[in-house]
């Protein structure tokens, strides 16, 4: 028997793992010259490099038997405490107490393992789980190939829509939301939406996955307190280093109640055994003496420059457009592109004038030398295709400049292609 392309047959699930759209979009935005803002890219400006230098040779001069030898799945004990006494910290400077237990740490590959143990303990085919819309693109890729039925709730400016969400919720294994400066808005879950939605999913039954890796990166003021510290029995809490300290080490953390925390971590065992150790170490020894206190301010301080370089940029160029200047044939209300002001993370979303396509605007902005990812990928459901989400932490200011009047005369090109067309 000879071995065929027809041979391998692929499990079902198989064929609900796709290429991500926005990776396909970013290869064609990757071009040398091109000012980007599509990338989820945190800065490499903000990689410690001497630090972790220095950690390393101190973990393998201190214990190289132990970071080097296979290790514990629930991750590196001092590491797990470190994780619990800042969450617990931080959650009680926002007014809401959650005493985390170090045994309800999981140490995971990235929180994108976080997703993907959920996903695996959690859905069933048919199970039908809740998601913001437009929601991380990479959760929805973690959670489909388990065959859900997922049901975007209808979010605002806040996040979910609670008269939606009330209408949703029975039989749901789960929400999944973002409350901090949410992938790709860059939107923050308000008090009184907490609130309410941790009141509803209490009263319902509904566990909750908060999906948390951007809420160290704000502005001007802490977010409040995370879901998980009101109903910590009801969540599940996904955090990374990816973003405070680096992606390259591939290190995140759940935080999990007893009910569902063994399930998740044999899961994490059948998947890689355990996070890398030696990784983990280096961590916790750059972490400690409260190196983070004194780190992650400096990445605050260079993304809110760039944002609101970002957001000067676009009220220089399209806050003083009069209504017109992109109309469409259909004369539409609203002709301006619409943004919003993220108070932390990574992203901004933005919305085109009635009548256009972010996903047709891409090859005009790319022509002009500037690039961003298309909104509608982002929505589980039918997605709106005016909007896209631009990212303001790894262009220079300068750059941002540029990229924002390239932005603009690129909308201007399309516009005037889509008034050529209808006038045909
Ligand atoms: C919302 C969200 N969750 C999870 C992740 C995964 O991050 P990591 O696996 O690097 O911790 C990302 C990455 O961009 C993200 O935006």
């Keep these: ?72 799945s629930e991750g590196y004990g001092p590491l797990r405490e470190r994780v619990a006494h800042t969450l617990s910290q931080q959650s009680a400077a926002a007014g809401v107490p959650w005493a985390v237990d170090p ?5 995971t590959t990235g929180s994108q393992q976080g997703l ?25 890729s973690a959670f489909v190939p388990m065959e859900p039925e997922v049901v975007s709730v209808a979010s605002d400016e806040y996040g979910v829509v609670m008269d939606d969400l009330q209408t949703k919720t029975a039989n749901a294994r789960f929400l999944y939301v973002l409350p901090n400066f949410q992938n790709p808005t860059g939107r923050t879950m308000n008090e009184a939406r907490r609130a309410a939605v941790s009141a509803l999913a209490t009263e319902r039954g509904l566990p909750l996955i908060e999906d948390n ?44 109640p007893k009910a569902v925390y063994p ?51 676009l009220t220089q160029h399209f806050g003083s457009m009069p209504a017109g200047d992109v109309a469409l044939p259909a004369a539409p209300a609203d002709t301006r592109l619409t943004w919003n002001r993220p108070d932390g993370g990574m992203f901004l979303w933005a919305r085109l004038p009635q009548g256009m396509s972010a996903q047709d605007l ?11 990812v298309p909104g509608a990928p982002f929505y589980a459901d039918h997605g709106d295709a005016r909007t896209l989400r631009l990212s303001f932490v790894t262009p220079s ?28």
């Design 1 to 72: 028997m000879t071995i065929t392309p027809n041979s391998w047959q692929l499990a079902r699930r198989a064929a609900r793992m796709n290429p991500s759209a926005i990776r396909e979009i970013l290869k064609v935005t990757e071009r040398p010259g091109i000012i980007s803002f599509a990338g989820g890219l945190p800065s490499s400006k903000t990689f410690p490099v001497a630090e972790f230098e220095a950690a390393c040779a101190k973990v393998l001069q201190d214990d190289p038997a132990g970071a080097l030898q296979y290790a514990a």
């Design 103 to 107: 045994a309800q740490v999981l140490i």
């Design 116 to 140: 993907d143990l959920v996903a695996k303990v959690l859905i069933d085919a048919g199970s039908k789980i809740l998601v913001e819309s437009p929601t991380y693109l990479g959760a929805v």
């Design 213 to 256: 890796p951007y809420g160290d990166l704000w502005f001007e003021a802490a977010p409040p307190a995370p879901l998980s510290a009101r109903h910590p029995d009801g969540c599940i809490y996904l955090g990374s280093f990816s973003k405070v300290l680096a992606p390259g080490l591939r290190l995140g953390f759940l935080v999990a």
């Design 263 to 313: 399930k998740l971590l044999q899961a994490k065992q059948a998947a890689d055994l355990h996070s890398p150790g030696f990784n983990q170490r280096m961590i916790a020894e750059v972490m400690k003496d409260g190196f983070l206190d004194r780190h992650v301010p400096t990445i605050r301080a260079l993304y809110k420059a760039q944002r609101d370089a970002m957001l000067a940029a």
């Design 362 to 372: 891409l090859p005009f902005a790319v022509a002009q030398g500037v690039a961003f």
């Design 397 to 424: 200011v300068e750059d941002i400049h540029c990229g924002v009047a390239a932005l603009a005369v690129g909308i201007q090109k399309y516009a005037a292609s889509l008034q050529a067309i209808a006038t045909l």
